[in-house]
């Protein structure tokens, strides 16, 4: 766990953390899991529980920047 301005975060988040967190919607998700590019959002399956790492998440959406 990790303290960011007195607030302890996770490093692991489930789905619902994703969505609460970062706005993405859980069918979302779904299908960004599927895409079959470099744009596909990283995550962990540990038997049937899909699991983000907040670190890989930050550094997904820094690349996926839309650039001005």
Known sequence: MQV???????????PDDLEIEYG??????AKMRMVSSNSRIPYNKISRYIR????EIDKWLENHQVQR
Request: charged fraction near 30%; charge should be positive.
């Open 4 to 14: 960011v301005n007195d607030v302890i975060q996770k490093r692991w988040l489930s």
């Open 24 to 29: 993405f919607s859980k069918s979302t998700q």
């Open 52 to 55: 983000y790492d907040r670190l």
